[in-house]
């Protein structure tokens, strides 16, 4: 029976999948704590715990901004920030899959980017149209403190002499291909999904372009321009899928920590969180998926 159940995008269900989100913070919360209390962690570890940080403090915002617009529905979604929030969670999470898939290499690739781009970011300059803009450290030499400075510095400079931004090579599609490599497809579809939905759009809201701008106005649907309240609805439905999308980007890194570091407490709290949002989705909204 579908008489009881609300529809994706409604006002209930949104609610729901935000409180859902929360839950799966509360996972990212359960393993902080785990990896804080791990003695003499491995750098992988130390540079997963700041990515997950990292993760909850992008999951807060884009609560936030679904929440605001439940509790002000005289305003539009918000869907626009929550798609960039969205991306930085899913990129930040492959990231750290990744990482643990790649091992020791990774991590010190990751470390080495932190460590110069640091250093580099103490003196900056830019020149457009002979007018330049600058910033640079006066204080006290750091370079002692840090014996493997130069050689992050060198790392991460190329034949000609810039500097390279990315912090590792390879593309966020074949971060995935090593993630599916390692740990099968369990793990890496769900991260697949949450790719192909958000990352295109993401892309093209930060970025500022025509094309973003018009598809937050509903003008690149090939159906029309849809009146206000359709377009609305149409948006909240989108941010359905994204909670979904994240919530199982969220499972599929706990998943993969467990494996890589097995616990007995955060498994029963995964457990118990996934069986919740399946059940919200069998039995409370006419559309939905199981994790």
């Known amino acids: ?48 715990a700041t990515l997950l940080g ?114 590792t090579p390879e593309s966020l599609v074949e971060k995935l291909e090593e993630i599916n490599s390692k740990y099968g497809s369990k793990i890496s579809t769900k991260l697949q999904f949450a790719f192909f939905a958000v990352y295109g759009d993401a892309s093209q809201f930060a970025h500022g372009s025509f094309f973003g701008a018009l598809d937050i106005l509903g003008l690149t649907d090939p159906k029309g321009l849809k009146p206000p309240k359709e377009k609305d609805f149409d948006d909240r439905c989108r941010i359905s899928l994204i909670c979904q999308l994240i919530f199982y980007s969220i499972t599929a890194i706990i998943e993969v920590l467990l494996e890589e570091l097995p616990n007995k407490k955060l498994k029963k709290s995964l457990v118990k969180i996934k069986k919740s949002f399946n059940d919200f989705q069998d039995n409370e909204i006419i559309e939905g998926s199981k994790n």
């Open 1 to 48: 029976m579908t008489g009881n159940k609300k529809s994706l995008g409604s006002k209930e269900t949104n609610q729901k999948y935000c409180d859902q989100l929360k839950n799966g913070l509360l996972l990212i919360n359960t393993n902080l704590d785990i990896l804080i209390k791990t003695k003499k962690p491995e750098l992988r570890w130390v540079i997963l």
């Open 54 to 167: 990292a993760i909850r403090q992008s999951c807060d915002s884009i609560i936030l901004l679904i929440e605001y617009q439940l509790k002000n529905p005289e305003t539009s979604p918000k869907i626009r920030d929550i798609y960039i929030l969205s991306r930085s969670v899913i990129e930040t999470i492959i990231n750290g899959i990744f990482i643990l898939a790649k091992g020791d290499e990774a991590a010190k690739k990751a470390h080495a980017h932190w460590l110069q781009r640091s250093f580099r970011d103490l003196d900056r300059k830019l020149n457009i149209a002979n007018q330049t803009i600058k910033i640079k450290y006066f204080g006290k030499a750091i370079q002692e403190k840090f014996p493997d400075l130069q050689k992050s510095i060198d790392e991460f400079t190329s034949k000609r002499g810039r500097e390279i931004h990315e912090w």
